[in-house]
C-alpha cells in the first residue's frame, strides 16, 4: 500500500501513542516542492527524491512530514527540507505562509482527492527555493532535478506518489507553467 | 486571561484527555468571518458574536474551532458557523479551501502576533457569507452585524479579541475595504 | 486561426482605432469559470459558451471580456456575464479581487502558455458562482453545465479554446477539484 | 496633488499621447514592495524610496510603475525595481504572478480607496525580495530600509503616499506581520 503522506517522526512517539494520536486528531503537516528558480523569478527546476515506499517499490516524492508541537510553519519547511535533501540545501520559505493550496487527506478513499490509510492530515503546501548544495538524506536513495517546463509530460509523473503527482501539478499551475 | 482561540468541543474529550493531547500535537482550527455581501461581491457587513469570555469579561469574537478527525475543512466551517449562528444561518464556504491567512497560535507570548494560553494551534482563516437567519446559540449573548466600511475605525475594535482584530484587519484587506 | 481572448466590446471603439491602441498598451481583461456551487461550497458544475470562432469553426467558451476605462474588476466581471448569460443570471463575485490566476496573452506564440493573435492582455481570473437562470445571449449557441469532477477527463475539453483548457484545469485545481 | 501611482515611462509616449491613451483605456502597474528576508523566510526589513512628488513635497514610496506593451509582468517587476534601485539590486520576483492584492486607482475619490488624478490603472502588487547592493536612481533621493516589525508603528507611515500606506500594510499582513 502507498505512503501517500509520509511521516519519519514516528521516534517522537513509541509507536503505539502515535497510532493512538491519529485516531482522535487531524495531522498537520507540511508538504514542500523544492525548487529552482531562474533570474526572474520562473521555476525552471523540480527536485524529487526518490525513495522505497513500505511496500518496497520505488518511489519519487517532494517534501513531507509533520508539523511538531510549538513548532512554527516555517520551521518545520526548513526542517523537513534539510532532513531530506541535507543540512547545506538552504530552503527559502515564501514570504507568506498561506499555503499555495491545502490537502486534506482521509483514510478512505473517495472523501477526497488525497488518501493516507494511516491518518487524517491536514498538509499546507508550499513552493520552496532552494538555493543551496543538496545531498539525499536517510532513507533517500537520490535527489533529481527535473525540468519544469516538461516534467508533467515525462514518464516521471507516474513514478510518483499519486497525492503527490497532484500537489506537483497544482504548484506548476500556481507558477504560471501548467 | 483572554480566550484567543475559542474552543467549545472539550466535551467530545474529558478536560484531561483534551489537555493531555494538547501538550502533544499542534491543535487545527478554522476561523472565520461572517459576512453579507451585496450584488458586486463586495463584503458589506461583518457578523460578531458577543460573549462572555473565561475571566467574566464581555468580548466580540468571530466564529473559531476546532477541527475534529475525519471532518473537512468545509464540515468543520458549517458547524461552526450554525453552532453560533443557528442552523438557519446558511453559511457558504468559498469555492477554495486555500485560507485568506493562516494564524499560529502559541501559548508564549512573542512567538507570534497570536497567543493562546492553552494550546499550539494552526487556524485556516475564512470570510464566509451567511445568507441565512442568524440568532446567536449556546454561550453567545448577541450577534450583531456592523457596517464593513466603518467596524475598523470604530470602539467595536477595542471590544473584540486581540486575535480576532488581528484576523477581521486580514479579512478586510483581503476583500479590499482595507 | 483561433480567438484565444474574446472581446465583443470593439464597438466601443471603431476597428482601427482599436488595433491601434491595441499596439501600444497591454489590455486589461477578466476570465470568468461561471459554477454552480453545493451547500458545503463544492463547486458542482461549470458552465460553458459553445460559440462559433472567427474561423467558422464550433468551440466551447469560458467567459472573457475587456475592462473598459473607468470600470472596476466587479462590474466588468458581472457585465460580461450578464452579457453572455442573460440579464438574469445573477453572477456573484467573489469577496476578493485577487484573482485565482493571472494569464499573459502575447501575440508571439511561446513568450507565454496564453497566445491572442491580435494584442498583448493581461486577465484576472476568477471562478464566479451564478445562481440565476443562464440563457446564452448574441453569438453564444448553448450554455451547457457539466458536471465538475469528471470534466477535466471528457471530450468536452478538446473542444475548449485551449486557453480556456488551461485556465479551467488551474480554476479547479484552485476549487480542490484536481 | 499627491502622485498616487508614480510613472517615469511617459517618454515612451509623448505627453499628449498618453493623456489621450489614458482617458481611453485602463492602465496596468506593478506595485512592487522591496523586502529584505531572514533565513527563514520572515520579512525583516522595508525599502522605501524618498522622492520629491509633483507638488515639491518629500514623500516616501514604493516602486511602482507602468506595464509597457509586449513585456510580462516579471520584466515589469525587474525593470522598475531595477530603475528605482539600481543595476545591482538582484530583484527576486516570487514564483507565482498572483498578486498578494490587486489596487484599483481611479480618478474619482470614493470610487475606490486609491485615487489617481491621472488615470484608471489597475496594479498587480507584490512583495520582492532585493538581495543585492542598492542604490536610488534618478528621481530617487535615498532608499532607506526599515524595520519590518514596527514600520506600522512609526512615523514613517505618515510619509508615505497614502496609496502606498495601505499597500504596505496589506504586504505586512500577507507576510504574518501585521
Not at 509507536?15 to 507540511?30: G, I, N
Not at 518511489?59 to 526548513?78: D, N, P, Q, Y
Not at 492530515?121 to 508550499?126: D, P, Q, R
Not at 532552494?130 to 537520490?142: F, I, T
Request: charged residues 25%.
Amino acid at each position: 500500500m502507498a505512503r501517500t503522506a509520509v511521516d519519519t517522526e514516528s521516534n517522537w512517539f513509541d509507536d503505539d501513542e502515535l497510532a493512538q494520536l491519529r485516531r482522535k486528531l487531524p495531522m498537520l503537516y507540511v508538504d514542500v516542492i523544492p525548487v529552482r528558480l531562474d533570474a526572474l523569478g520562473n521555476v525552471s527546476e523540480i527536485g524529487l527524491l526518490l525513495r522505497v515506499d513500505g511496500d518496497g517499490r520505488i518511489v519519487r516524492s517532494i517534501v513531507s512530514g509533520r508539523v511538531l508541537v510549538h513548532e512554527s510553519l516555517r520551521e518545520a519547511i526548513v526542517r523537513h527540507v534539510e532532513k531530506d535533501l541535507g543540512p547545506m540545501a538552504l530552503p527559502k520559505p515564501p514570504a507568506s505562509m498561506t499555503p499555495l493550496t491545502v490537502a486534506e487527506y482521509f483514510p478512505t478513499p473517495g472523501q477526497s482527492l488525497f488518501v493516507d490509510p494511516r491518518q487524517h492530515a491536514v498538509s499546507m503546501v508550499y513552493l520552496v527555493e532552494v538555493e543551496g548544495e543538496c545531498s539525499p538524506q536517510h532513507d533517500a536513495l537520490e535527489l533529481t532535478w527535473f525540468d519544469a517546463e516538461v516534467i508533467l509530460e515525462s514518464a516521471v509523473m507516474d513514478e510518483l506518489e499519486p497525492s503527490h503527482a497532484i500537489l506537483l501539478r497544482r504548484a506548476l499551475a500556481h507558477a504560471g507553467l501548467f
